[in-house]
């Protein structure tokens, strides 16, 4: 099993591009998340869905929209960067609802935006 | 604002016990404790998570004040690959991280 995987890895971006983070997970889990990471800083939910065709906002979700395409997919999408959003962005899993459940992270992408 | 409170560093011997403290003193009868960790770079990996009773698992022990006021992750014999940055989350629905504490283990 992979986990959970992300692309890509790296990507840089002008302000005002777009682009969307992909994430999926081979675990067959029900809940899957997008964190987003600053430098020197702990992570903050950005959005999550607890089942396949929900989704709810996180701490922090404006800039952000995201699609949970099936079950084993959850995309990421900024429609126009913002330097701001410049940060490391990890998604996650879990077999169950958002709460009292063990989360399996990704690797990262590493986003700059210029 | 964070459900936890964790000193921001600490530094610990090789092969000695490393204990790592966490204060969530607002916790909820039902909220669980986590704890990951985050080497480098890399995504958070699950260590341990407990209700009220002490966990022990193949990575580390867990152990939770009777009043679930605080708790203290112990890695019993430390090496160099468990230098990282420690989360101790209080489960709840947006997950907050926080800072955590950079654990730095010395030879």
């Given at each position: 099993n992979a986990g959970v995987t992300q692309t890509p890895k790296f990507q840089v971006l002008k302000t005002g591009q777009s682009m969307t983070l992909q994430c999926a997970q081979d675990?067959?889990?029900n809940s899957m998340y997008w964190y987003r990471q600053d430098p020197g800083m702990g992570l903050r939910l950005i959005y999550y869905s607890a089942s396949e065709g929900t989704t709810d906002k996180g701490e922090v979700p404006n800039g952000y929209n995201v699609s949970?395409?099936?079950?084993r997919e959850f995309s990421l999408r900024l429609e126009s960067a913002a330097p701001s959003q410049t940060s490391v962005y990890f998604c996650a899993s879990a077999?169950?609802?958002?709460?009292q459940e063990t989360q399996y992270f990704g690797p990262g992408t590493r986003l700059l935006v210029l | 604002d964070a459900k936890t409170t964790q000193p921001t560093s600490m530094d610990c011997a090789e092969g000695r016990a490393a204990n790592l403290p966490c204060n969530?003193?607002?916790?909820?009868?039902n909220e669980y404790v986590y704890w990951y960790r985050q080497i480098h770079s890399q995504g958070p990996q699950y260590i341990i998570h407990g209700l009220k009773n002490n966990e022990t698992n193949e990575m580390a022990s867990l152990i939770i004040t009777e009043d679930r006021k605080s708790s203290t992750l112990i890695l019993p014999h430390a090496t160099l690959r468990d230098t990282a940055v420690y989360y101790c989350i209080v489960n709840n629905n947006d997950m907050r991280f926080g800072a955590g504490t950079r654990l730095t283990v010395k030879p």
């Open positions: 675990m067959n889990h949970r395409l099936n079950k077999r169950q609802g958002i709460t | 969530h003193s607002t916790i909820s009868g």
